[in-house]
């Protein structure tokens, strides 16, 4: 019943067309591996059951977002909303929605480092124009970066090395994260687990 409901369709007959059955298996696989990275998370949300929340300041804008993204079971559309226009693409005021992975695991970084500092944040949502500018002139630009999806963040944590951030993201065993203290940055993202120091 729950898959049922999770992938928001009906279970198959063992009667109907083969064809059927693999788009029903294709659909749950698919709706598994959209769950792989919160259930891969649970312990360290036992602190913060009530609420979460998060802190930004766009180093670019000089703009701030303070928000309780997620509160009494579910995420608030508008604090999501305000933090998707705060991480926009600042060269072309472009406005992108923010993975909730990606913010869930900014959230898990502060309860790690047991912080209530705010994320200095360099570079959030990239447009696929300003990414192509980019990619065209850097080779440290992926051309189909996460950043164009709302995926992934460039930040640096108020009050804390970037060494200590970089152990946090780590410990999670989750997404990308990239080390690039030249910059002194840190980039996060919601893709497969992998790290690498630029």
């Given at each position: 019943?729950?898959?049922?409901?999770?992938?928001?369709?009906?279970?198959?007959?063992?009667?109907?067309?083969?064809?059927?059955?693999?788009?029903?298996?294709?659909?749950?696989?698919?709706?598994?591996?959209?769950?792989?990275?919160?259930?891969?998370?649970?312990?360290?949300?036992?602190?913060?059951?009530?609420?979460?929340?998060?802190?930004?300041?766009?180093?670019?804008?000089?703009?701030?977002?303070?928000?309780?993204?997620?509160?009494?079971?579910?995420?608030?559309?508008?604090?999501?909303?305000?933090?998707?226009?705060?991480?926009?693409?600042?060269?072309?005021?472009?406005?992108?929605?923010?993975?909730?992975?990606?913010l869930n695991m900014l959230h898990l970084i502060h309860s790690q480092l047991d912080s209530n500092h705010e994320f200095?944040?360099?570079?959030?949502?990239?447009?696929?124009?300003?990414?192509?500018?980019l990619s065209a002139h850097s080779n440290g630009v992926a051309k189909r970066s996460l950043h164009m999806q709302?995926?992934?963040?460039?930040?640096?944590?108020?009050?804390?090395?970037?060494?200590?951030?970089?152990?946090?993201?780590?410990?999670?065993?989750?997404?990308?994260?990239?080390?690039?203290?030249?910059?002194?940055?840190?980039?996060?993202?919601?893709?497969?687990?992998?790290?690498?120091?630029?």
């Amino acid at each position: 019943m729950f898959l049922r409901k999770l992938i928001g369709g009906n279970c198959q007959s063992h009667t109907e067309p083969a064809h059927s059955r693999r788009r029903f298996l294709k659909t749950g696989i698919g709706a598994c591996t959209l769950l792989t990275l919160p259930l891969a998370l649970p312990q360290a949300y036992a602190k913060s059951l009530a609420e979460r929340k998060l802190d930004f300041l766009n180093l670019h804008t000089g703009e701030r977002v303070q928000s309780v993204y997620w509160a009494e079971g579910q995420y608030i559309p508008d604090a999501l909303q305000a933090i998707g226009k705060v991480l926009r693409d600042h060269r072309t005021g472009d406005i992108h929605a923010i993975d909730t992975n990606l913010l869930n695991m900014l959230h898990l970084i502060h309860s790690q480092l047991d912080s209530n500092h705010e994320f200095h944040v360099i570079s959030g949502y990239r447009s696929p124009a300003t990414n192509g500018k980019l990619s065209a002139h850097s080779n440290g630009v992926a051309k189909r970066s996460l950043h164009m999806q709302g995926k992934a963040i460039d930040v640096r944590l108020s009050g804390y090395k970037l060494t200590d951030l970089r152990a946090a993201a780590l410990s999670l065993a989750v997404g990308g994260v990239g080390f690039y203290p030249g910059s002194d940055f840190l980039h996060l993202d919601t893709g497969q687990a992998r790290s690498w120091a630029g």
